[in-house]
Each structure stands twice: as structure tokens, then as C-alpha cells.
């Protein structure tokens, strides 16, 4: 069984930086496209970042420079690093995984078939 779990979300005031991490299991985490979405209360799941299995990484707009998605093959982890954090980056932030080797477009919430729970992240001004 496949299961994601993301951790290391929290409060932290505007500037500061945060990582996310998320465990995978019953998967190899640099088998398939990996990447990070984010959802605010009232307004839909968005792409922040993804990296292929070739390791590949692309960033929405509004994040590069400032946040690191990365991987570690030998503790099966995602990770997220988050740096310059704004307020409008509070949300609910997701790992997800699309299910097949040939990577689909990254950006694609739909491309995505397993999914974590969520790791709250939230910016004070």
C-alpha cells in the first residue's frame, strides 16, 4: 500500500524558512514525478513544485527562488525547502506522486494519483 506523509509544517513569521518533508512508502521515491501542491482556505489545490525521476525540478512562478524541492533516494523522502516565506504562503501543503515512469505535465493537479494528507503552513505578517 502506498501512503505519503508530509511533515514539518508550522507557524513561522514572514522571512523565515520552513522544510517539508515526506516520507513514502510502499514506493521507491525516485521511481515516478514527485511534487508539491498547496491549498488556501477558499481557493483551489495549486502546483508549487515538482521534480521528475530523472530529477528535473520545475517551480511555479511564485516560489522560484525561494523554495528547494529535493530528494533522498536512501530515506524514500521528498523534501521542500522553504525560504523568504510570506504570509501568502500560508496554506495546506501537499506530496503527491504520479502513478507511471513517463512523466506527465508536472503542473497538473489531475497527473497526480497518490496523495499525502497535508502539512499545515502558516506565515505571520
Known amino acids: 500500500q502506498v501512503q505519503l506523509v508530509e511533515s514539518g509544517g508550522g507557524l513561522v513569521q514572514a522571512g523565515g524558512s520552513l522544510r517539508l518533508s515526506c516520507r513514502t512508502s510502499g514506493r521507491t521515491v525516485g521511481s515516478t514525478a514527485m511534487g508539491w501542491f498547496r491549498q488556501a482556505p477558499g481557493k483551489e489545490r495549486e502546483f508549487a513544485a515538482a521534480?521528475?525521476?530523472?530529477?528535473?525540478?520545475e517551480y511555479a512562478d511564485f516560489v522560484k527562488g525561494r523554495f528547494t524541492i529535493s530528494r533522498d533516494n536512501a530515506k524514500n523522502t521528498l523534501y521542500l525547502q522553504m525560504n523568504s516565506l510570506k504570509p501568502e504562503d500560508t496554506a495546506l501543503y501537499y506530496c503527491?506522486?504520479?502513478?507511471?515512469?513517463?512523466?506527465?505535465?508536472?503542473?497538473?493537479?489531475?497527473?497526480?494519483?497518490?496523495w499525502g494528507q497535508g502539512t499545515q503552513v502558516t506565515v505571520s505578517s
Open positions: 521534480i521528475t525521476n530523472l530529477g528535473t525540478t
Open positions: 503527491a506522486a504520479q502513478a507511471t515512469p513517463t512523466t506527465l505535465l508536472l503542473e497538473i493537479t489531475t497527473n497526480y494519483f497518490y
